[in-house]
Every structure is written in structure tokens, then in C-alpha cells.
């Protein structure tokens, strides 16, 4: 079916942004794979920056790394945890890429004797990086980032609306996510933002095929028929997403309303039966865990938590598969360096705890006293990334003696450069796309929790750092009992870890195993976190 019968389904947003695009298109690429149908997704961002890499993660959320080493949109993550595949850095295309290949076409003459202009050179850059994106598949997603009305993503709407003019009404969905808001003082549910924004898709040049409205609760009929009236749309044409506190029961929801097979009919595809039964199996075990498990979040982005979205689904994966429900406890590294948060009082009870990766030097101190604390008090404990570096330094300060230990990073006059930059990194002058990026083969040592979590030699994992454990330090560091159970192809240090018999569960990546775990697929490591805080409960 895949190539000129591909079908695309497009999907827009209104009223404001983070309304559950992402969510709604992973769920939809969910339920056309369950249908036997090769699904591809696709996130358009309309953001001049080239990649997500250089971005706050309180301005976007956190960085997903992809295989390849993209440094994308958090939503990709969205995509590969529900489809349960890898997906590359082409899923990703923002205003950035699409602009700077036009421009650099314009200078080597490609366009010579063109006016270049938004119609046709910008939207034709985009039509061709959704098909280069979209190779092999039967059905391509392809979510349009911010909200209808946007200035910024004019170009990428019309490019879509070109698309259905091209491919056909046969081959094309439109499926458009709007808000209606609940007004606390009438708790009344208002359907005239999701109206007017209907009207702005229409009024250049789209007619949604389906709205999917969010709500705090679910919506009645009457609510549903106005909407379905004013979009011009049949009422099994609107479907209600409402507020569950599952988001992997969301595609179950949409299956229940019919929308996968309203996509069907209108693509003019055979009505398939899904297979739904492992997720349905996932998010039965996950609603139906009751065991609190209390894990403490140290890190310095805690007041936006999609700052480590995947590492919080991680959790959840592995813990669900074990009969546990997470509470999370979160620890800001930056009130601890300032003494605004007593660390003993802000970890008392909890079970488990994870050093949150991040860059900089604000929080770090913090960081380094909960690392010492989860050291000393043989909580089970997981570092990931810069976690891993920290929990290097803690180390050498406190157990090898080396006074002032530091990673030349935050300190580049210490004494001790435990932690120094990758010699590839000395050279870097631009800051975009020039880590150590994507997936890396990793080496793991028999006989530790390591190889316990893996069982396997080689692994590959996802990296995003500059910074590596200075191999000058390793054997004094290992002479003081901390252990080197992952090693890179070039000798870097990828895990450490201390024996059980001097702590329940201590362990730290350079990698980042949160952008492989899925929810049927749970990360070996979060996997192993979980099951030895389990044995101390």
C-alpha cells in the first residue's frame, strides 16, 4: 500500500498549545498500527531553531534524543513509546531546517531567476521532507505543532492543505484538537472556543474531518451537537477526549468513540480488527498496581515535569509490570545547595531516588548532597547522565579524599578534574548538534547489576553529553571500591555502580535509558531500579 496510495492524516491544534496534539496523534499512529497498517509519524515544529538541542527544557519541555542522534521535540517520544519502535531526527522537522535549506538552495543558484517566496519554494521544502520522512509507510501522522492562527505556522498548514489538493480527499484526514474550557464559577463547559477556532482552520482553506475535543470532564450530547453543527461535521465525527489520569488509556478512549474506523470509511480503507490486547494488558496492570513506591526527583527543572517526561514514564513502565504505583517526590537540587530545603526532612520515606541529568553549574552542590545522602543511607538510586558525573565527584570527595574534586564543566580550576571534557569536544565552536549524540554501543561487564539488568555483552544506548569520567582518575577510583560495569568502544566510562553487599541498589549511566523504554518494552535499568526497591519495601 506504502507510496502513491499512502494516506496522511494531519493533525492540528486550537485554543492554546500543550492541548494533547501529541498525545492524540501517538494515540491515532496506535491504533492504525494495531490494524496491520505500517504507521509513520511525523511532529512539525514551527520554531526558527533548527533542532530542540539548544532549548531551556522550562521553554519546550525535555530534549528526546532519537537513535540517529536528533535532538527533537518531546513528542517524538510520545510517538516511539506508543508505536514501541525507533523512530529517526527526519520525524522531526521545524521551521529552522525547512528555512535554512531554502535559503542555502537560493545561494548555490537552485532557484536562479526565482523570486524565492513562501508559495511555492517554502512549502514545497516542507511537502518534501514529510514524504522524505515518510517513506515506507501505509499511513503517515503528522502533527502541526502551536495552534491554528499562529503566524509562524501558516507556511506548514498550507503546505498541508496543498497535500490534500495533491493526494486527493481520499487520502487525506484532517483531524483538528481544540479545548473546551470548564469556567469554574458556572462550572459550566464552553464549546465557543473550539467553534472559533474550527472557523480559523476553515477560513484558510481546511475542512477538519474530525474534532477531537479536550475537556476537563467528559462532554454531554447537546455540548457534542453544536459542536458537530458549526464544524459541519456528522456528530460521530466529534470525539471527546477528556481528562483520564492514564494517558496510555487514551487510545483505548478513541477506539470506544470510533474514530479509527471513521478514519477508515473516509480513507476508503477495509475495516480492520485491531489487536489491542498487550496494551490493554499494560494499561489494565498499570491502573490496577496499588503498592506506593515514593521515588525522590533531584533536579534542578522541577517546576515544569515534562522537563523529564520520559524518565517519569520510564518509572511507570517498569513499575507497573511489577504491581507498583510511583509516587513521585520532587526535590529542587537548587533549594538544597541554598539550604531552603533540608534534605534529610525532604527524603525522609522515600524508597528510591534519581539524579536527574541537566547542564550548568546552578544546582550542582545540591545534587552532590543527595547523592552522598542516598550513598550513606543505602537508598536504592539511579544517576542518570550528569547524575552519573556527580555521583563521580561525590565520590571522590568523599569516599578517595581528593579535596575539591570537581567536572571542569562547573569548575575548570579544580584540583582534581574527576570529570573533563570529551577530547572530540576541545575543538567544538558551535553549540547546535555537536554533542555526543544518539545511540552508542556500550560493553557490559559480567557479574554486575549491569549485566543482571541486560544480559547482554553489547548494548546500545542513547547519549547527549560533552563531559566524561577523566580516564586518569578510573583506577583510583576503582582501587576505592566504586565499580565500572559499562564501558564505551573507546574506553569511556558508561556505568558505574557499587556492590551489593555495601548498597541495596547504586547505579549511574552516562547514557540516557529513559528514551528506549516502552510501555510493553520497559528500560532495563529503570526495570532493575525498581525491582531492588521492591525487595526493600
Known amino acids: 500500500m506504502a507510496g502513491a496510495s499512502r494516506k496522511y492524516i494531519f493533525v492540528t491544534g486550537g485554543v492554546l498549545s500543550s492541548v494533547g496534539k501529541g498525545i492524540t496523534s501517538a494515540s491515532i499512529a496506535l491504533l492504525m498500527q494495531a490494524r496491520g497498517y505500517e504507521v509513520q509519524a511525523i511532529k512539525i515544529d514551527p520554531y526558527i531553531n533548527v533542532d530542540a538541542g539548544t532549548m531551556n527544557p522550562y521553554m519546550h519541555g525535555e530534549v528526546f534524543v532519537t537513535e540517529d542522534g536528533g535532538e527533537t521535540d518531546l513528542d517524538i517520544g510520545h510517538y516511539e513509546r506508543f508505536l514501541g519502535k525507533n523512530l529517526s531526527k527526519r520525524n522531526n522537522i521545524t521551521a529552522g531546517q525547512i528555512y535554512y535549506s531554502v535559503i542555502l538552495k537560493e545561494r548555490r543558484g537552485d532557484y536562479l531567476g526565482q523570486t524565492v517566496q513562501i508559495i511555492p519554494h517554502v512549502t514545497d521544502e516542507i511537502k518534501y521532507r514529510i514524504e522524505e520522512a515518510s517513506k515506507g509507510a501505509d499511513i503517515v501522522i503528522v502533527e502541526i505543532g502551536g495552534t491554528v492562527g499562529d503566524i509562524e505556522g501558516l507556511p506548514f498548514l498550507e503546505a498541508s492543505r496543498q497535500i490534500r489538493l495533491e493526494k486527493g480527499l481520499e487520502n487525506t484526514f484532517f483531524v483538528h484538537v481544540a479545548l473546551s474550557p470548564l469556567l469554574q464559577t458556572t462550572g459550566e463547559q464552553k464549546t465557543k472556543p473550539v ?25 454531554d450530547d447537546e455540548a457534542i451537537t453544536k459542536i458537530a453543527l458549526h464544524s459541519t461535521l456528522p456528530r460521530e465525527a466529534v470525539v471527546n477526549s477528556y481528562d483520564v489520569d492514564n494517558v496510555y488509556r487514551v487510545p483505548l478512549l478513541l477506539e470506544e468513540q470510533g474514530l479509527p474506523s471513521l478514519i477508515e470509511k473516509r480513507l476508503g480503507l477495509e475495516p480492520r480488527k485491531p489487536d489491542l ?52 517526590v520532587w526535590v529542587e537540587s537548587t533549594d538544597v545547595e541554598t539550604g531552603k530545603v533540608d534534605l534529610d526532612e525532604a527524603l525522609s520515606g522515600v524508597d528510591a531516588g534519581i539524579v536527574l541529568p541537566g547542564f550548568g553549574s546552578r544546582g550542582v552542590e545540591g545534587k552532590i548532597k543527595a547523592i552522598r545522602w542516598f550513598r550513606e543511607n543505602k537508598v536504592p538510586m539511579l544517576g542518570i547522565c550528569f547524575g552519573l558525573q556527580l555521583a563521580v565527584v561525590e565520590y571522590a570527595r568523599n569516599v578517595v579524599g581528593l579535596e575539591g574534586a570537581h567536572t571542569t564543566e ?24 555537536t554533542m555526543r549524540l544518539g545511540a552508542q554501543p556500550v560493553k557490559i561487564v559480567k557479574g554486575t547489576i549491569a549485566w543482571e539488568a541486560y544480559n547482554m555483552e553489547i548494548v546500545m544506548e542513547r547519549h547527549r553529553h560533552r563531559y566524561e569520567v577523566n580516564p586518569k582518575y578510573v583506577r583510583l577510583l576503582e582501587d576505592h571500591g566504586l565499580r565500572i560495569s559499562g564501558w564505551s568502544e573507546k574506553g569511556l566510562v558508561e556505568i558505574i555502580e557499587l556492590p551489593r553487599r555495601e548498597h541495596p541498589h547504586y547505579m549511574a549511566t552516562q547514557f540516557h535509558p529513559e528514551f528506549k523504554s516502552r510501555p510493553l518494552n520497559p528500560a532495563p535499568v529503570f526495570d532493575a531500579l525498581i525491582k531492588a526497591t521492591a525487595s526493600t519495601l
Do not use: C
Open 195 to 219: 467553534q472559533h477556532s474550527v472557523q480559523e482552520l476553515r477560513r484558510i482553506g481546511i475542512q477538519p474531518d474530525a474534532i477531537v475535543v479536550r475537556s476537563h470532564k467528559p462532554l
Open 277 to 328: 490486547s498487550q496494551w490493554i494488558e499494560f494499561v489494565e496492570a498499570y491502573e490496577s498496581a496499588s503498592r506506593e513506591v515514593r521515588i525522590a526527583m533531584v533536579g534542578k527543572y522541577t517546576r515544569l515535569k515534562d522537563s523529564y517526561l520520559s524518565i517519569l514514564e520510564a518509572i511507570k513502565h517498569a513499575s507497573a509490570w511489577r504491581g507498583l504505583k510511583p509516587t513521585f
Open 410 to 433: 562547573v569548575n575548570p580550576s579544580t584540583p582534581h578534574p574527576v570529570i573533563d571534557l570529551l577530547p572530540e569536544q576541545k575543538d567544538v565552536r558551535e553549540k547546535g548538534g
